[in-house]
């Protein structure tokens, strides 16, 4: 046996010698010269000091040295294994320097990366996403693995079917710090999120969750305690049942008081909606007012006073019985820190969503029974006009790509990461991959090619476009090297200089 595998791992390496002698060639349109390395899809690479990892369908993972000469680099081809079968997501964690694989068939597949060939298959479920982890230098990596759960699985658990489970998989000391990677899936993050969750990406202590809902498009994002090593519960909605309003009530019934952090300066009520009632789930958006202490308002801005631009001052106005439905925000003190939350509804309402900004939610409480709670969400999230497929993320900025011609969305944060500001950049292209670099955002479109923005934090930049491939991985190396990853092959391309 031992002998059929060396001779077969030594057939495909002279296959995939053979096969991978580059020669300079030009683009259809003449301007950027480039090498290319391998054949067919090419979806997924990452860089570590010297050495570049490719996940390749035809050849497996195939490590190169990256070589420079006057500027200009190169690739020397070391190793390769065929042991992922068809990889088509591959990361590098570099603390741990781990290598982390997804094959075509929903398989994730971790080693060290001077094992290649040594790979290790996670083994707790099928149909398992694109991971993403929590990387340590001093002991084992962590993924955290979106599962789909399909009903023809036929799981007990019918409110799994055709939903996802957010795995946090750890792995056997005793045996990773040999290189071999025994994982632990029975850490469950959270259940029943969108079965459509497109990404899931972690830095800087904090973990995006890219279409976790199945009701509206939205990014979520969830803090990492490095105290307790934990993540906060996930609210996703919440809904209950409010009958109508009896025109003869002289007090609103339902109301709820918000404790927050005392020492907010600025905060902000975004993606404010009311549900009408649909027994148990979220049913049609109806409409509504939204009030606050000045009366009514379109921008929902609270500060240590209301923009008089903004609010027409109407006294009084949450304590009368309307002829519409309103959701009323009110009693603010930003001093001790609360709020009031008062509803009236003349229909039937299945609960109501709003999202805070620039605020610490510490508790909230009301209702005036069981069964008419208000349901808050203490979750941060996005609510977003298209569908997210994927995101990225530094200290002070996300980065999200979008379906549906809809472009970059790009979002400043602040210390709480609220949005404070936010701009879009390459409108008319489905982003489907996004790499940062301190000078460059480089954004992949698949047949729409890609983009190259200078960074600027006031307005980046477009430096060039290229639409005659198929882009599925776009990294700057430097200010005069590209590497793409193309349904034909690897490309290095040389920027004019």
């Known amino acids: 046996m031992y002998i059929i595998n060396y001779i077969i791992m030594l057939m495909l390496i002279v296959l995939f010698n053979s096969c991978n002698q580059p ?12 090498t290319q390395y391998l054949d067919g899809n090419i979806r997924s690479f990452d860089i570590i000091n010297d050495s570049l990892f490719v996940a390749s369908e035809e050849y497996g993972v195939v490590l190169y040295r990256i070589m420079e000469d006057n500027g200009r680099i190169y690739l020397d081809s070391l190793n390769s294994t065929n042991v992922v ?25 971790i080693g060290k990366l001077d094992r290649i060939s040594s790979l290790s298959g996670v083994t707790c479920d099928d149909y398992q996403r694109k991971s993403t982890f929590i990387d340590y230098s001093d002991k084992p990596i962590e993924l955290i693995t979106p599962f789909r759960h399909k ?40 259940k029943y999120i969108n079965y459509q969750i497109e990404d899931v990406f ?3 202590e904090k973990l995006f969750l890219v279409n976790p809902e199945e009701d509206y498009y939205s990014i979520i994002t969830l ?42 300066e600025n905060i902000s009520f975004d993606n404010v909606k009311m549900f009408g009632s649909a027994g148990s789930f979220l049913d049609s958006e109806i409409e509504f ?50 709020l009031d939350i008062s509803m009236v509804n003349q229909e039937s309402v299945s609960g109501f969503d709003i999202t805070f900004s620039g605020v610490n939610i510490t508790s909230f409480f009301g209702g005036v029974s069981e069964e008419r709670l208000f349901n808050i969400s ?7 006009d298209g569908k997210p497929l994927t995101v990225k993320s530094n200290e002070d900025y996300m980065f999200v790509g979008l379906d549906d011609y809809q472009g970059c969305y790009i979002k400043l944060l602040d210390s709480n990461n609220d949005n404070i500001s936010n701009l879009n950049i390459a409108s008319g292209y489905d982003i489907q991959d996004i790499q940062l670099s301190s000078d460059y955002i480089a954004l992949s479109s698949g047949y729409g090619g890609l983009l190259i923005y200078k960074w600027d934090e006031e307005l980046p930049t477009l430096e060039f476009l290229l639409s005659n491939i198929y882009a599925y991985k776009t990294l700057m190396y430097d200010d005069l090297n590209m590497i793409v990853g193309t349904k034909n092959g690897l490309h290095i391309y040389e920027i004019e200089r």
Not at 234 to 241: A, T
Not at 296 to 316: F, M, N, R, S
């Open 378 to 384: 203490l979750t941060p999230k996005i609510i977003l």
């Open 23 to 34: 020669e300079p060639i030009n683009n259809a349109t003449g301007y950027i010269p480039y």
């Open 151 to 190: 009903p023809t699985q036929n799981e007990v658990d019918t409110l799994a079917w055709d939903t996802s489970f957010l795995h946090r998989i750890s792995f056997a000391e005793a045996t990773y710090d040999f290189g071999f990677y025994s994982g632990d899936c029975s850490d469950t993050l959270y």
């Open 223 to 264: 803090d990492y305690d490095t105290t307790s090593l934990s993540f906060p519960p996930l609210e996703l909605y919440g809904f209950s049942d409010y009958d109508p309003i009896p025109e003869s009530t002289d007090t609103l019934v339902n109301l709820i008081t918000v404790e927050f952090d005392s020492d907010q």
């Open 289 to 338: 007012k939204l009030y606050n202490d000045c009366g009514y308002c379109d921008i929902y801005l609270v500060q240590g006073e209301c923009p008089p631009q903004d609010c027409e001052w109407i006294d009084g106005l949450c304590d009368l019985p309307s002829n519409e439905n309103i959701l009323c925000i009110e009693n603010i003190d930003l001093d001790v820190g609360s």
């Open 202 to 204: 972690y830095n800087n």
């Open 85 to 109: 079968g068809n990889p088509v997501t591959l990361d590098i964690a570099p603390k741990s320097r781990s290598l982390i694989v997804l094959d075509d068939y929903n398989h994730t597949y």
